[in-house]
T-cell receptor, first 109, second 115 residues
Framework: GQNIDQPTEMTATEGAIVQINCTYQ??????LFWYQQHAGEAPTFLSY??LDGLEEKGRFSSFLSRSKGYSYLLLKELQMKDSASYLC??????????WGAGTKLIIKP | ETGVTQTPRHLVMGMTNKKSLKCEQH?????MYWYKQSAKKPLELMFV???????ENNSVPSRFSPECPNSSHLFLHLHTLQPEDSALYLC??????????????FGAGTRLSVL
């Protein structure tokens, strides 16, 4: 079957670093996505990994290990505006996205 | 602004009503999607249109009826819905060509409440 697992909720402190993990199991694999969704707003694209390794984009980095079916999103220098849900999604052999339930990230001052 | 616009943002309807959700994308993409998002559950893909042709219908009940008149517009017609259909309905678009990342861009959604 197809399955994406990520933690339901995480809490971190402003200025700190947080890592959100995601494990996936899909029929075929064409890449791993991370999206950010603020309450009441559209999910917005953060990152796409298709090769193993770390992709850095400003304060956000995303890592992929295809052999382990594992990815993480790393957020540095956390700001209050980073409070949101972070959605992990794997693209299957039909180029459709299989989604996790999202990780709600709470940032405390 | 993501380039994908959904209307209305909020909708309350009775179980016997008929209503339609509208989505428009200004990104020149060839594929459009309807998703259902319920609290604490993964996004559920409902329908996919590629070049106006429906390519996915994930066992969605017939009370949901999609329409894609052209590659920029997508509708979801609703009739005789059930209270469990209350959710956030998201529209997305992407350039689906079997290459590249197929990054999907989302509208802000329609929050639907069925009474």
């Amino acid at each position: 079957g197809q399955n994406i697992d990520q933690p339901t909720e995480m809490t971190a402190t402003e200025g700190a670093i947080v890592q959100i993990n995601c494990t996936y199991q899909t029929s075929g694999f064409n890449g791993l996505f991370w999206y950010q969704q603020h309450a009441g707003e559209a999910p917005t694209f953060l990152s796409y990994n298709v090769l193993d390794g770390l992709e850095e984009k400003g304060r956000f980095s995303s890592f992929l290990s295809r052999s382990k079916g594992y990815s993480y999103l790393l957020l540095k220098e956390l700001q209050m505006k980073d409070s949101a849900s972070y959605l992990c999604a794997s693209m299957d052999s039909n180029y459709q996205l299989i989604w996790g339930a999202g990780t709600k990230l709470i940032i405390k001052p | 602004e993501t380039g994908v616009t959904q209307t209305p943002r909020h909708l309350v309807m009775g179980m016997t009503n008929k209503k339609s959700l509208k989505c428009e994308q200004h990104l020149g993409h060839n594929a459009m999607y309807w998703y259902k998002q319920s609290a604490k559950k993964p996004l559920e893909l409902m329908f996919v249109y590629n070049f106006k042709e429906q390519t996915e219908n994930n066992s969605v009940p017939s009370r949901f009826s999609p329409e894609c008149p052209n590659s920029s517009h997508l509708f979801l017609h609703l009739h005789t819905l059930q209270p469990e259909d209350s959710a956030l309905y998201l529209c997305a678009s992407s350039q689906l060509d079997g290459q590249g990342a197929n990054i999907q861009y989302f509208g802000a959604g329609t929050r639907l409440s069925v009474l």
